[in-house]
């Protein structure tokens, strides 16, 4: 086993959307939003390309997580260059413990068999080319 994994998952940034609840045929039913199952899907196939058919992880371990969100295109050059270099921080949705939420849910069973075992996070947010780039490492 590696002492550390890493991945990235291409694309904006999801963050863990609420568990909706409905009524159907006089029950009620409780289901995941589309948007939020898609993204741990990616998740999932991200994290299992980097596992290589290890198993999970079973001890604990320390995540690290960036996001990079894309620069808005209203914005002008001048701020999107400072924004690329660090100058303006992203203060809007999406929230970032929600993006480690979804993360975790995606990468649960893959990496490591429980995400109880990680003890330690350490998460971020900038501006740059979208994705998410993810660290497990064994502790």
């Given at each position: 086993m590696l002492n550390?994994?890493?991945?990235?998952?291409?694309?904006?940034?999801?963050?863990?959307?609420?568990?909706?609840?409905?009524?159907?045929?006089?029950?009620?039913?409780?289901?995941?939003?589309?948007?939020?199952?898609?993204?741990?899907?990616?998740?999932?196939?991200?994290?299992?390309?980097?596992?290589?058919?290890?198993?999970?992880?079973?001890?604990?371990?320390?995540?690290?997580?960036?996001?990079?969100?894309?620069?808005?295109?209203?914005?002008?050059?001048?701020?999107?260059?400072?924004?690329?270099?660090?100058?303006?921080?992203?203060?809007?949705?999406?929230?970032?413990?929600?993006?480690?939420?979804?993360?975790?849910?995606?990468?649960?069973?893959?990496?490591?068999?429980?995400?109880?075992?990680?003890?330690?996070?350490?998460?971020?947010?900038?501006?740059?080319?979208?994705?998410?780039?993810?660290?497990?490492?064994?502790?």
């Amino acid at each position: 086993m590696l002492n550390a994994i890493t991945f990235m998952i291409p694309g904006k940034p999801i963050a863990k959307g609420r568990a909706r609840s409905c009524i159907r045929n006089g029950h009620i039913a409780h289901y995941t939003p589309e948007k939020t199952v898609r993204y741990e899907n990616l998740v999932k196939l991200a994290a299992q390309k980097a596992m290589d058919g290890q198993s999970p992880i079973e001890s604990a371990i320390a995540l690290i997580v960036r996001a990079f969100l894309p620069i808005p295109a209203s914005w002008s050059l001048k701020k999107q260059r400072a924004a690329a270099i660090g100058e303006f921080m992203p203060t809007k949705r999406p929230d970032l413990d929600n993006i480690v939420k979804a993360v975790k849910d995606g990468a649960n069973g893959v990496t490591w068999k429980d995400d109880s075992q990680v003890i330690d996070v350490h998460a971020s947010k900038r501006y740059g080319a979208p994705r998410v780039e993810v660290e497990v490492r064994v502790s």
